[in-house]
């Protein structure tokens, strides 16, 4: 087998690093001289709806309605409570004072806000999952941008409580976006907790799975601006195993990669800023990333004789996957954060290729298990 060039090597390490550290280095660069936006303070604030698509979530929903009312929303506020499917959500969701729409059998997430914004008459809606709980004040500061006309959604920040590598995840997560609205929006919409503004809402198509990368795709495409707001959290609680975070994460790409082909237009230089993103952000790092990596671990293998970078390349991947084998084995004994760092990214090459094999084989579910709360 013929040796590698240094420049298929460079290559390749520029692919394998697009999304993660090439994307991040163009954003930080290209935003360094942009003001950090704030949010005017709104003369009068308007009446909102807090939407729940709510399903198996009998058990936690009560508390979920409590927590949204004593978030000190300084305006009106009404609590939505779609029960998709679920006759037992409904009933507790009532009795705790909510208003209440039952779907006759189960919809999934998307067409679940579908039917509860037919029935909105506020100018502003808020999701929120029905498992999280918010930080105070969270619903204001995200009303408070569409003060802004441009604005069509603000963009919450995800929290997990887990300490390790979803947490660091998320903290990346919240930079980008960060930087991302410094240019004028962001594609970083988080289902757990966002606002849209009512009359830019348009119904998400039956096939769609990934709601919030539909809304913020056809928002952009509208010519809509997506704010970011750190200052509105929503902590979620930590999932309980690799296993589940490896299916709903490739269910995850897999209903992202569909969401692109449908949208590819916007994927091109008419697509403007967002199609940056939508490139720096998501596809490469669901596509060129993570076949690249694959390649330079087999060219790595290869040379582990020779060369002494390649014998750390390989090591780092042996940390990773040591650190992935204590988590997965419930260790309590965590592993320290580098190898945590490593181990999580590791998953997350391995959780894009395994969501471009679910993509490729049609399996991009709108409905899916959900253990009950």
């Given at each position: 087998?013929?040796?590698?060039?240094?420049?298929?090597?460079?290559?390749?390490?520029?692919?394998?690093?697009?999304?993660?550290?090439?994307?991040?280095?163009?954003?930080?660069?290209v935003s360094r001289s942009r003001p950090r936006p704030t949010p005017?303070?709104?003369?009068?604030?308007?009446?909102?709806?807090?939407?729940?698509?709510?399903?198996?979530?009998?058990?936690?929903?009560?508390?979920?309605?409590?927590?949204?009312?004593?978030?000190?929303?300084?305006?009106?506020?009404?609590?939505?409570?779609?029960?998709?499917?679920?006759?037992?959500?409904?009933?507790?969701?009532?009795?705790?004072?909510?208003?209440?729409?039952?779907?006759?059998?189960?919809?999934?997430?998307?067409?679940?806000?579908?039917?509860?914004?037919?029935?909105?008459?506020?100018?502003?809606?808020?999701?929120?999952?029905?498992?999280?709980?918010?930080?105070?004040?969270?619903?204001?500061?995200?009303?408070?941008?569409?003060?802004?006309?441009?604005?069509?959604?603000?963009?919450?920040?995800?929290?997990?409580?887990?300490?390790?590598?979803?947490?660091?995840?998320?903290?990346?997560?919240?930079?980008?976006?960060?930087?991302?609205?410094?240019?004028?929006?962001?594609?970083?919409?988080?289902?757990?907790?966002?606002?849209?503004?009512?009359?830019?809402?348009?119904?998400?198509?039956?096939?769609?799975?990934?709601?919030?990368?539909?809304?913020?795709?056809?928002?952009?495409?509208?010519?809509?601006?997506?704010?970011y707001e750190p200052r509105a959290r929503a902590i979620e609680p930590?999932?309980?195993?690799?296993?589940?975070?490896?299916?709903?994460?490739?269910?995850?790409?897999?209903?992202?990669?569909?969401?692109?082909?449908?949208?590819?237009?916007?994927?091109?230089?008419?697509?403007?800023?967002?199609?940056?993103?939508?490139?720096?952000?998501?596809?490469?790092?669901?596509?060129?990333?993570?076949?690249?990596?694959?390649?330079?671990?087999?060219?790595?293998?290869?040379?582990?004789?020779?060369?002494?970078?390649?014998?750390?390349?390989?090591?780092?991947?042996?940390?990773?996957?040591?650190?992935?084998?204590?988590?997965?084995?419930?260790?309590?004994?965590?592993?320290?954060?580098?190898?945590?760092?490593?181990?999580?990214?590791?998953?997350?090459?391995?959780?894009?290729?395994?969501?471009?094999?679910?993509?490729?084989?049609?399996?991009?579910?709108?409905?899916?298990?959900?253990?009950?709360?």
């Amino acid at each position: 087998m013929p040796r590698s060039s240094p420049l298929t090597v460079s290559a390749l390490v520029a692919a394998a690093a697009s999304g993660h550290v090439l994307y991040p280095a163009w954003l930080a660069l290209v935003s360094r001289s942009r003001p950090r936006p704030t949010p005017p303070e709104p003369a009068e604030w308007p009446p909102v709806t807090v939407l729940v698509p709510a399903y198996r979530e009998a058990g936690g929903i009560a508390a979920k309605i409590d927590d949204v009312r004593a978030n000190g929303y300084p305006g009106p506020l009404d609590v939505l409570v779609v029960a998709d499917g679920d006759p037992d959500t409904a009933a507790r969701a009532e009795e705790a004072g909510a208003t209440v729409l039952s779907a006759p059998g189960r919809l999934g997430k998307s067409q679940a806000l579908n039917l509860g914004f037919s029935k909105v008459a506020t100018p502003i809606v808020v999701l929120s999952d029905a498992n999280n709980r918010l930080a105070p004040g969270a619903i204001a500061a995200l009303v408070a941008w569409f003060e802004d006309p441009r604005v069509g959604a603000a963009a919450g920040e995800k929290v997990e409580e887990d300490e390790g590598g979803e947490d660091l995840y998320w903290r990346f997560e919240s930079w980008l976006k960060q930087r991302e609205w410094r240019l004028g929006t962001t594609i970083g919409l988080v289902g757990e907790l966002a606002a849209v503004r009512t009359d830019a809402w348009r119904p998400i198509p039956p096939d769609i799975a990934v709601d919030d990368l539909w809304t913020a795709l056809d928002l952009s495409a509208r010519g809509f601006a997506i704010a970011y707001e750190p200052r509105a959290r929503a902590i979620e609680p930590p999932h309980a195993t690799l296993a589940q975070q490896w299916e709903r994460r490739t269910r995850s790409v897999a209903g992202a990669l569909h969401i692109f082909r449908r949208c590819r237009r916007q994927l091109g230089p008419g697509g403007g800023t967002a199609a940056a993103q939508i490139w720096g952000h998501r596809l490469a790092r669901y596509t060129v990333s993570p076949f690249a990596h694959v390649v330079l671990l087999g060219l790595a293998l290869r040379r582990l004789p020779s060369s002494w970078l390649a014998r750390a390349f390989v090591s780092g991947h042996v940390v990773g996957a040591w650190a992935l084998w204590r988590r997965a084995s419930d260790d309590k004994a965590r592993p320290s954060l580098p190898a945590t760092a490593l181990g999580h990214a590791l998953f997350l090459q391995g959780v894009a290729l395994g969501g471009v094999v679910r993509y490729l084989r049609g399996d991009r579910p709108t409905k899916w298990p959900t253990v009950a709360r």
